[in-house]
């Protein structure tokens, strides 16, 4: 069992950058894939990014590839969001998770959520 706990968000202006770390508890985390998701208001949550439990393994949804690049450090128990040349559309709470199968349909242990808001 891992609980996820994100930090990193905050207020960027479009084009800026942010790193979003989600530190997860429990001794089985580096047999867990990792995933990043986003809710923005009034709409459903969404895919973001994925990795596997090595870190040989990523996916992206397409609205972030290419500005996107998620990673994990096992032995610190994080996992990390790199988001570059944000967007005003990338504003969301966005929440980390962890699932022992890489994309799974619904994983298992969520965080709490920690919001990015980018200004025009």
């Known amino acids: 069992q891992v609980q996820p706990v994100e930090s990193g968000g905050g207020f960027v202006q479009a084009g800026g950058s942010l790193r979003l770390s989600c530190a997860a508890s429990?001794?089985?985390?580096?047999?867990?894939?990792m995933g990043w998701f986003r809710q923005a208001p009034g709409k459903e949550r969404e895919f973001v990014a994925a990795?596997?439990?090595?870190?040989?393994?990523?996916y992206y949804a397409d609205s972030v590839k290419g500005r996107f690049t998620i990673s994990r450090d096992n032995a610190k128990n994080t996992v990390y969001l790199q988001m570059n040349s944000l967007k005003p559309e990338d504003t969301a709470v966005y929440y980390c998770?962890?699932?022992?199968?890489?994309?799974?349909?619904?994983?298992?242990?969520w965080g709490q959520g920690t919001q990015v808001t980018v200004s025009s």
């Open positions: 998770a962890a699932d022992r199968v890489l994309l799974a349909k619904q994983y298992d242990y």
């Open positions: 429990g001794r089985t985390f580096s047999s867990y894939a």
């Open positions: 990795i596997s439990w090595s870190g040989g393994s990523t």
